[in-house]
């Protein structure tokens, strides 16, 4: 992301590595975004930190909220000079709640821009299927004629369903585990927003031992209790929590490509709000609505 805001035209990039990562190192972060800033001639404007210290905060008019500056805390907001937005890498209905101060944003007029993931250039309509048939893959299923329930209740179930359906999958999908009735499903594909409490619980696992004991739960997105599920017998995919909030496969796992292309389109919504662009319904930039997130505050 920070070759690709400095390609793009930045002043000049600070780019975050914490120390510890399950993928690697704070050191082998910082050495390759410098290689790869190096290889495209934009390596002048980089400077890499392992925190974001008040200078830096001072400084900075456009924040990507990520794993490494996250979480987008009321002192660093308080501190962006004006004007200033915050950048997530997701659609705006994706914030997770704890992930960026959202009273301290709308005090100090600071916008939170997303990116329309299903806008063609994103491509989100044909990685989200992707991501998900891979896990399947992973997880032993066989694609072509797999029957799976998808418990879905946003707006990620339309591009699930039309892509898993292309690919030979049977899919019916829920709004919640409470809809999802007795069948010999295959797999059981859950893709809701992380919340506090675990997406599927020890309640919604007791109905799955009862609905579809034989059936792979797969961790799209959102949180499963493993204990109570193994406690009823259930088999979930991925066998280890990836992590709370965290999907259940990256995205890097498809390659280059969907990652480069998600990351050029948070800073080109980012770059549309900090400018006043036109944001809304079939852009590539969408605006945060602090009214719609007051209660959760």
């Not at 210290?53 to 987008?72: A, Q, Y």
């Given at each position: 992301?920070?070759?690709?805001?400095?390609?793009?035209?930045?002043?000049?990039?600070?780019?975050?590595?914490?120390?510890?990562?399950?993928?690697?190192?704070?050191?082998?972060?910082?050495?390759?975004?410098?290689?790869?800033?190096?290889?495209?001639?934009?390596?002048?404007?980089?400077?890499?930190?392992?925190?974001?210290?008040?200078?830096?905060?001072?400084?900075?008019?456009?924040?990507?909220?990520?794993?490494?500056?996250?979480?987008?805390?009321?002192?660093?907001?308080?501190?962006?000079?004006?004007?200033?937005?915050?950048?997530?890498?997701?659609?705006?209905?994706?914030?997770?709640?704890?992930?960026?101060?959202?009273?301290?944003?709308?005090?100090?007029?600071?916008?939170?821009?997303?990116?329309?993931?299903?806008?063609?250039?994103?491509?989100?309509?044909?990685?989200?299927?992707?991501?998900?048939?891979?896990?399947?893959?992973?997880?032993?299923?066989?694609?072509?004629g797999a029957t799976v329930a998808l418990i879905c209740?946003?707006?990620?179930?339309?591009?699930?369903?039309?892509?898993?359906?292309?690919?030979?999958?049977?899919?019916?999908?829920?709004?919640?585990?409470?809809?999802?009735?007795?069948?010999?499903?295959?797999?059981?594909?859950?893709?809701?927003?992380?919340?506090?409490?675990?997406?599927?619980?020890?309640?919604?696992?007791?109905?799955?031992?009862?609905?579809?004991?034989?059936?792979?739960?797969?961790?799209?997105?959102?949180?499963?209790?493993?204990?109570?599920?193994?406690?009823?017998?259930?088999?979930?995919?991925?066998?280890?929590?990836?992590?709370?909030?965290?999907?259940?496969?990256?995205?890097?796992?498809?390659?280059?490509?969907?990652?480069?292309?998600?990351?050029?389109?948070?800073?080109?919504?980012?770059?549309?709000?900090?400018?006043?662009?036109?944001?809304?319904?079939?852009?590539?930039?969408?605006?945060?609505?602090?009214?719609?997130?007051?209660?959760?505050?």
């Amino acid at each position: 992301m920070a070759t690709l805001a400095l390609l793009a035209g930045a002043a000049s990039v600070t780019a975050i590595t914490r120390p510890s990562n399950r993928y690697h190192s704070a050191e082998e972060a910082a050495d390759t975004t410098l290689s790869l800033a190096s290889l495209a001639g934009v390596h002048a404007g980089l400077r890499v930190s392992e925190r974001i210290d008040h200078l830096t905060c001072r400084s900075t008019n456009l924040l990507v909220s990520s794993g490494p500056t996250g979480p987008v805390t009321r002192s660093i907001i308080e501190r962006l000079p004006r004007p200033s937005v915050i950048a997530t890498m997701h659609e705006a209905w994706m914030l997770l709640k704890g992930e960026i101060d959202i009273m301290a944003c709308q005090e100090h007029q600071v916008p939170i821009s997303a990116v329309n993931e299903s806008r063609p250039a994103i491509g989100g309509a044909d990685y989200q299927p992707a991501l998900c048939l891979k896990l399947l893959e992973a997880a032993g299923v066989a694609i072509v004629g797999a029957t799976v329930a998808l418990i879905c209740g946003n707006p990620l179930a339309r591009n699930l369903e039309e892509g898993m359906q292309a690919a030979g999958v049977k899919v019916v999908v829920f709004p919640n585990p409470s809809t999802m009735f007795t069948h010999s499903w295959d797999a059981i594909v859950l893709a809701q927003r992380p919340t506090d409490q675990p997406s599927l619980g020890i309640r919604d696992l007791g109905r799955i031992a009862e609905a579809a004991p034989n059936a792979t739960i797969i961790q799209y997105w959102g949180d499963i209790d493993r204990k109570a599920a193994h406690y009823f017998g259930l088999e979930v995919w991925p066998p280890r929590a990836p992590g709370k909030g965290q999907m259940g496969m990256p995205l890097e796992a498809l390659g280059p490509a969907p990652t480069v292309r998600l990351l050029a389109g948070a800073l080109k919504a980012a770059e549309l709000v900090l400018a006043g662009g036109v944001t809304g319904h079939g852009g590539v930039a969408q605006l945060l609505n602090f009214s719609d997130w007051s209660h959760e505050s």
